[in-house]
């Protein structure tokens, strides 16, 4: 059974960066694409960045300019690097990894609280 785990969440100030991690239990190259979602309370949860096999990248309005969405395929890995964090990308974040064969697995999603 494929596994994703995100990690890195934690409280933080206005302005401050976070990282976050998401690990996949299969070989990255069978990833068709991956993808950083969040969901605030009383809120949809939204795409915030994703990254294909290619490494093309898309990012949220929101997102652009303050967030990457880097990977290390040699570790089966892919991140969120956050800067310049507000108040309102308080969430839980999720990862989510559509892999060939299997579809779409969702990671169980890590907080990510900005407030000072």
């Known amino acids: 059974q494929v596994q994703v785990v995100e990690s890195g969440g934690g409280l933080v100030q206005p302005g401050g960066s976070l990282t976050l991690s998401c690990a996949v239990s299969?070989?990255?190259?069978?990833?068709?694409?991956m993808g950083w979602y969040r969901q605030a309370p009383g809120k949809q949860r939204e795409e915030v960045a994703t990254i294909n096999k290619d490494a093309i990248t898309t990012y949220a309005p929101s997102a652009k300019g303050r967030f990457t969405i880097p990977r290390d395929n040699a570790k089966n890995m892919v991140y969120l690097q956050m800067n310049s964090l507000r108040p309102e990308d308080t969430a839980v974040y999720y990862c989510k990894a559509n892999i060939r064969l299997l579809g779409e697995t969702w990671g169980r999603g890590t907080q990510v609280t900005v407030s000072s």
């Open positions: 299969v070989n990255i190259f069978q990833i068709r694409n």
